[in-house]
């Protein structure tokens, strides 16, 4: 009997092995509490579900930081799959519809098919979309209901299942290691992406990583979708989902059709989920329409489409259980937690699981993909509407980048990035790029190439201005020190499209070519911080292969070293493991296992007193700038330690530099420092044991001070010290008031650091 019965298990099984389910494919209930798929059987899943079903194909996108191939789905009906080179095609023209007639325009938005993207889970612990992929790709490749067909013969869908998948596989393993201890569901002892953290989604028109690059050649120079929706996770004590309309502040210059139908997708999202009884959904929360360094928000600028979804988390894939009492609002868009027209239906409280977070994410991305159906024509024609406009805004200005600049080799990486973005540069005859603005990423060139003034929007008579999100300011020139000028009468007419632009070594490191390289240790605090992968993502790109060491690692000492950086952290987190947490680390600050413990302490600030005694460098970046100060008892103070009404949050200011000293050799007299919470000092005369320089100041004139971006509190600046060197024992201090390789982004003060490192 029970022979039998497995046989027909089996031959039950056989009849549907050419297309399983993800639990089936994966043995194990996919979304089920405690149970996570790691990257390799997500893509395992998605290669065998396009293997077996003519509606899926898989596309490579590119290798990961770390080694792994990043993939994105292709979905759409079988006959769309067969017809996909003419569907990008007119993707792509109704991207650019330059020298295309209303008619011709109209023929494409009738033949065409939207062409719309979901993202999943670039940050690694907000893990429920990659195992949502996964269940919304098998329902989407198996249906045959009418609706499902109707929506896959008018729309090709492109599905990410991980931006990040070094940080999905780290986030697996760390959360199957520590199942069924106290530390399950806890944060990562170390950064969920190898450089750069949570701040994968701050790199989106810099484009310094590889899963950023990859992504962004699909995006914009290769399938040209007109939408794009990227699933996130918030923290667990709030409203369950964010979805658009976004928050305030906007950005005026983007195309408001933009906004208009991020709402109508946002409003048919919270629309289906609220008629499925989903409580918690909240619209004009927290996020803002401003901000140009996230995934999706760049495209804005580019014509294209973009919403974010921030689903509450639970501990990775294990229950939480949140009380009536523990629901909090204290965001922009809901101060309280109760309902508001934005919130009209607050979560009560109980227990939050991934497999609410993944249901609440499919009701959307299904309500997503019916938009995407229902309104085809109109999203063809609205891409083509916002180029045409663009390209109109441009007119007939073109910013020149002119060969001959103080730092040319910058300037080509600039353009670089610019080219990479799918932006039209094309140089003269004497070498100089030229960038037209009568081409639909206009509205994206003047935002990277011009100031910012952050727009100070108040939502009563009488009340404080809302803060920005993350940054203020991304005006490339200034802080990669890039000599750009607006030319009203456009490009010489001989000038040539480029196709390729290939950096030349910037002068600095030519310098120092024949030198002894350093040998670099940087300061890598349990459960990570963001600037030291920032820090060494920079070493590693120009060839210093520094050392991250934890605080163990220190205290055994730094004999084998030439320099030690202390990014920006905290001077609590570095001397105490007390302190700020990292953005990222999900609102929770849990107790790490007793293996990924321990600070400086007493001990560590001893072995780093002696490493400079004897002859080190140090070079401390922003907060840890305090910690210096306190721990080596040097003549600085910091002069904004007490200044509760500054802020300027990420933006750029001038500073004057004092050239003649080594660390400042090859910066010019005046140049733009990237200022996130910063730091300034005050300085006094040191006795005759110290020699000491003030290396930056900013400027007598508060006025001065604001380049780009946003400042409250400017006059607490002037005449402040921005930067110091000092000499200390044998060895030297360098203290920056600010972090000098910011995000990868400010090239402006990168020869500062390299020229520290050789400072003898
Ligand atoms: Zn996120």
Known sequence: MKRAFILIALIALSAHAAVQTP??????????????????????????????????????????????????????????????????????????????????????????????????????????????????????????????????????????????????????????????????????????????????????????????????????????????????????????????????PLDATVNPLIWREANLIGSNMAFRLEQQHKAGLIYGYSFDAYWLGGTRNTGWWKNITGLLLETASARIASPIQIEPSELHGGQKGLVEYKATINHPNPWP???????????????????????????????????????????????????????????????QFMSAILLEHGVEIMQSDNGDYWIPMAQPYSKFIAELLEPQRYPEVRLQPGKEILRPYDVATWTLPMAMGVTVEKVGGGQPPTAVRVTEIKPSTKAVLAKHANDK????????????????????????????????????????????????????????????????????SMRYQDELPPEYRGSLEKEGADVLKKFVENGGTLLAFNAASDYVIETFNVPVRNALARASDFSAP????????????????????????????????????????????VLMTYPEDSRDILLSGWINGEERLTRKAAAVAMTYGKGRIVLFGFRPQHRGQTHATFPMIFDALYWQ
């Open 650 to 693: 990420g933006s750029l200011l001038r500073v004057n530099v004092n050239t003649n000293h080594p660390v400042t050799a090859d910066m010019p007299k005046e140049t733009a420092i990237y200022v996130d919470r910063a730091i300034a000092f005050d300085t006094t005369a040191p006795g005759g044991e110290m020699q000491r320089w």
């Open 23 to 248: 639990s089936q494919f994966l043995g194990f209930e996919v979304g089920a509490d405690k149970n996570l798929a790691d990257y390799k059987q997500i893509t395992s899943y998605f290669r065998s579900l396009a293997a077996a079903s003519p509606r899926m194909q898989i596309e490579d996108l590119g290798k990961t930081t770390l080694g792994d191939t990043m993939i994105m789905a292709v979905i759409s009906s079988e006959a769309n799959m067969r017809n996909l080179p003419r569907i990008k095609a007119i993707a792509k023209q109704l991207s650019d519809p330059r020298g295309l007639s209303d008619a011709q325009i109209d023929g494409l938005v009738r033949e065409g098919k939207s062409v719309i993207l979901v993202t999943c889970n670039i940050h690694s612990s907000e893990i429920a979309s990659s195992q949502m992929a996964m269940e919304w790709a098998y329902a989407l490749a198996t249906a045959n209901d009418p609706e499902t067909k109707k929506r896959l013969d008018n729309v090709v869908l492109l599905l990410v299942p991980s931006l990040n998948p070094d940080g999905e596989t780290m986030i697996t393993d760390y959360y199957r290691k520590y199942l069924g201890t106290r530390y399950e569901g806890g944060r990562l002892p170390w950064l969920y992406h190898h450089y750069v953290g949570h701040d994968n989604n701050r790199d989106w028109y810099m484009l310094t990583q590889l899963e950023t690059k990859a992504m962004s050649r699909a995006v914009y120079r290769e399938w040209y979708p007109q939408v794009w929706v990227d699933e996130h996770q918030m923290g667990t004590d709030g409203p369950r989902m964010f979805i658009p309309p976004f928050a305030d």
């Open 349 to 411: 409280g109980g227990t939050w699981r991934m497999r609410d977070i993944m249901d609440y994410e499919r009701i959307a991305s299904d309500a997503y993909l019916e938009i995407a159906s229902n309104y085809r024509e109109d999203l063809l024609r609205d891409i083509s509407v916002r180029a045409k406009a663009a390209v109109a805004w441009g007119g007939s200005v073109a910013y020149r980048i002119p060969k001959v600049q103080r730092d040319w080799p910058t300037a």
């Open 517 to 584: 390289k350093p040998r670099i240790a940087i300061y890598n605090p349990w459960g990570g911080a963001l600037d030291e992968g920032w820090t060494r993502w920079l070493l590693d790109q120009v060839g210093f292969a520094p050392k991250s060491l934890h605080p163990q690692e220190v205290k055994a000492g730094l004999q084998n070293y030439d320099v030690f950086i202390l990014p920006d952290i905290d001077k609590d987190q570095i001397a105490s493991g007390r302190g700020r947490a990292e953005e990222g």
